[in-house]
């Protein structure tokens, strides 16, 4: 067992940390190290426990309606409120649209309205349950373009979408405006807080600014937030609330015409591991609303403090002043972002690139976290070296000819053996049997950058393929 446990240890030794406040994206973390281990502890406890029938474990129906009785209070949720925990935001955003399209079986081809910023879960939900996505172009702030939404209503849309904040650029839409041309045509409306909604609440109750988004918004139908991001609970915990219990119903499915069991869903999961709802719990439990807002003190000063810091450093400049706790950096020519992320990484923080996307440039990402605060000043420093030694190396060239080339292939017609080409070429991975993983990417990154949205999927999911073989050595 000791053997075992080592190796875990061992192996993990070459992830990112989770704990410290240096990773500014996947992972969100309270530096509250007694609260991670109640959570942990809460996990393990429960581990073996299953939440697909609530008769069979109903300390784990409690505790979830104990979660979504206190988001219920965050998000000024109507007494008829009901909802679910799930296993994260994408588990709740495509339940959101399963529901929405089940709730209009007479629409043959039915559609959802969203921004070109909504999260790219809703792209999957498309993908999975046959909603086709109309997406409207944002404004020149970045949020969803409310008119442009209202136009897009139509006889087939069954779901309106608005975010609080979107992932990319961390700024909440017009949510009143939007949610009130999607009750005007009698569409649902849902709010993707998962990133925003355990932290908006507490921002407005400090007296930060915050647009209206929660359910005291007239026509918001459904909300998802995430117990994982700025609840600081373990992984594998989201929200989706409905407003009402006929809203919810679509939502859940029954299978008794079978030999065996009746089987009730109430999420897209049947077996679930009672582990993260113990988690959530114990979390939420431990920390309080008192300490919730303690936290949320603590991140919008790290937040601001980073923003200022940026200003000041030569060659970089916030996106847009950010609504929540993501930060999104542009640099202004003289260096180029993927470098930056890249000596970032030397110096032990991990920050998150993100591509061009039409007219808009390629950008570092940030996820604040409350354990930031006390390094702050370090960050900062870190990204003040980094984008000295970017602009000393110069922007990461692409040779013309492969950009041209790049930017005219059709992913649709290339083979495997086109695509292990192309992943060897990019640097992703090595030839023959050599799937080392690349420590630097701002190379790969650029090239990337010059490919259409449709390559660099294929490349990435080749890229995924090419991982995700059986060991032989387990």
Sequence with gaps: MT???????????????VHGGRTLAYVYDSGLAEVDRVGREAVAAYAGSNGLDPTAF???????????GFAARLVDAPDTVVGSVTSGGTESVLLAVQTARDARPEVAAPTMVIAT?????????????????????CGDDLRADAAAMAAAIDDSTVLVVASAPSYAHGVVDPVTEIAAAAAAAGVRCHVDACIGGWVLPYAARIGRPVRPWTFAVEGVTSISLDLHKYGYAPKGTSLLLHRTPALRRPQFFASADWPGYTMLN??????????PTAGAWAVVQSIGDAGYEKLARDVFEATDRIVAGVAEVPGLRALTPPDSTLVTIVTDGSCDPFTVCDEMAERGWYVQPQLTYGDLP?????????????????LLAALTSSVEVAVASGPVAVDPGVAAY?????????????????????????????????TRMADINALLDVASPALREAVLLAFLDRLSRPSTNF
């Design 117 to 137: 910023s909504a999260h790219s879960a809703f792209r999957k939900a498309a993908h999975y349950f046959g909603v086709r996505a109309v997406e409207v172009p």
């Design 266 to 275: 109430s999420t897209m999961q049947s077996t679930r591991s009672g582990g």
């Design 362 to 378: 390629a950008t570092i990402h940030l996820s604040i976290s409350a354990a930031t605060l006390t390094h702050v000043d370090d």
């Design 58 to 68: 109903p300390s784990l129906l409690q505790m979830e309606n104990d979660l979504v």
């Design 406 to 438: 790049v930017a005219g292939l059709d992913p649709a017609s290339l083979s495997d053996d086109d695509f292990d080409g192309l992943l060897v070429a990019a640097g992703l991975v090595g030839g023959g049997d050599d799937l080392t993983l690349p």
């Design 3 to 17: 053997d075992v446990l080592a190796r875990l240890a061992a192996m993990q030794a070459g992830d990112l940390p």
